[in-house]
């Protein structure tokens, strides 16, 4: 069976940072691409970044970019957000989602992920 548990959420202030911890089980997580997602009061969930899983590409959503990083730790089969800069419109729940099929490049499409984390809530005060 396969489980994500996303950590590390919180309040912090604008300008300030975070990093998010998301643990996989059942699935080894060096065949397969991560993907970070969030959701916003009354808003869709949105993509935020997403790690191929082979040669450490990534890619971010335009509102991101340049302030989180995705990292994985394939001996703990854990994979990480590093948020800095944080603004009030990154306020959300934080999901972590791993693909359907290993081997998969990076996607920001949500069909392209099977398991999904329960989110982590980040609140970012101004």
């Known amino acids: 069976q396969v489980q994500l548990v996303e950590s590390g959420g919180g309040l912090v202030q604008a300008g300030g940072s975070l990093r998010l911890s998301c643990v996989v089980s059942?699935?080894?997580?060096?065949?397969?691409?991560m993907g970070w997602f969030r959701q916003a009061p009354g808003k869709e969930r949105e993509f935020v970044g997403t790690?191929?899983?082979?040669?450490?590409?990534?890619e971010y959503a335009d509102t991101v970019k340049g302030r989180f990083t995705i990292a994985r730790d394939n001996a703990k089969n854990t994979v990480y957000l590093q948020m800095s800069s944080l603004k009030p419109e990154d306020t959300a729940v934080y999901y972590c989602?791993?693909?359907?099929?290993?081997?998969?490049?990076?996607?920001?499409?949500?069909?392209?992920?099977?398991?999904w984390g329960q989110g982590t809530q980040v609140t970012v005060s101004s």
């Open positions: 790690l191929q899983w082979t040669g450490g590409r990534t």
């Open positions: 989602a791993i693909t359907n099929r290993p081997y998969s490049r990076a996607s920001s499409s949500q069909n392209d992920y099977a398991y």
């Open positions: 059942g699935r080894a997580l060096n065949n397969y691409g």
